[in-house]
C-alpha cells in the first residue's frame, strides 16, 4: 500500500503540480464569485491523493481540470449555491489533451502502412535491420549479433534501405503532386470550355 502512495505522490508532483497556476486561474475566472479556489484546489488534491491507481489516467491535466471542477461544484452544492453555471465548450477548450486528432491519427496510420508496403520490397537483411534499429530500438551491435552480420553491415544495410525507401517515397509523392496538377488542369479545361463567351 505504500508503494502505491509513493507513485500516486510522485504522479501528482510530476504530472499535476505543473498545471496548478493554469487551474488556479480557471477556478478563479469560473467559480471564484461562489468558492474559495484554494478549498477547491485542496480538494482536489485530496481526492488524487486517495486514488487507489493512477493506471487509467491518460491525459493528467485534464483530469486535474475535471477533478478541480467536481470538487467545486461539489462545495457549491454544500454551501447550498445551487444556481452555478455549467462549463462552456470555449471553457473546455482550454482543457489540454495530447492525444492526437482523429485525422491526425489516421494520417499517420496510412503513411507507416506506406512504409511498411515500401519496406516489404526491401531485400530480407535490409528490411530486418531497419526494423530491428528504428522500430525495436536495438543498437547496432546487437543487431548484428541477432542477425549473425558484422556492425558494418549493419550501418550499410541502414543506410541503403533507408535511402531506398526515402526515393521511393519522393518518386510516389512526386506522382501524386503531377497528377494532382493534371486533373487541375483538365477540370480549369473543362470550366473554360463551358464557361459563355
Known amino acids: 500500500m505504500g508503494d502505491q502512495c509513493d507513485t500516486v505522490a510522485a504522479w501528482i508532483a510530476r504530472e499535476i503540480v505543473p498545471h496548478e497556476a493554469a487551474i488556479r486561474r480557471w477556478l478563479a475566472r469560473r467559480w471564484g464569485h461562489a468558492v474559495d479556489v484554494e478549498d477547491v484546489i485542496q480538494e482536489a488534491y485530496c481526492r488524487l491523493a486517495g486514488l487507489a491507481s ?3 489516467i491518460d491525459n493528467p491535466a485534464g483530469y486535474f481540470h475535471r477533478t478541480a471542477h467536481a470538487a467545486a461544484s461539489d462545495l457549491m ?3 447550498g449555491i445551487i444556481n452555478f453555471t ?12 495530447g492525444e492526437p486528432l482523429p485525422d491526425q491519427a489516421m494520417e499517420a496510420s496510412q503513411e507507416l502502412e506506406r512504409v511498411r508496403g515500401l519496406m516489404s520490397a526491401l531485400p530480407d537483411t535490409c528490411r530486418r535491420v531497419i526494423e530491428l534499429r528504428r522500430v525495436e530500438g536495438l543498437s547496432r551491435k546487437e543487431t548484428a549479433e541477432r542477425l549473425g552480420v558484422s556492425e558494418n553491415d549493419v550501418k550499410n544495410h541502414l543506410v541503403r534501405g533507408l535511402q531506398k525507401v526515402m526515393k521511393r517515397m519522393a518518386e510516389q509523392d ?3 503532386d503531377g497528377d ?13 470550355k463551358h464557361r459563355p463567351h
Open 54 to 56: 493512477i493506471d487509467h
Open 77 to 79: 452544492r454544500r454551501a
Open 174 to 176: 512526386a506522382r501524386m
Open 180 to 192: 494532382e496538377q493534371a486533373d487541375a488542369g483538365r477540370k480549369a479545361e473543362r470550366i473554360g
Open 86 to 97: 455549467l462549463m462552456t465548450r470555449i471553457e473546455w477548450s482550454d482543457v489540454m489533451d
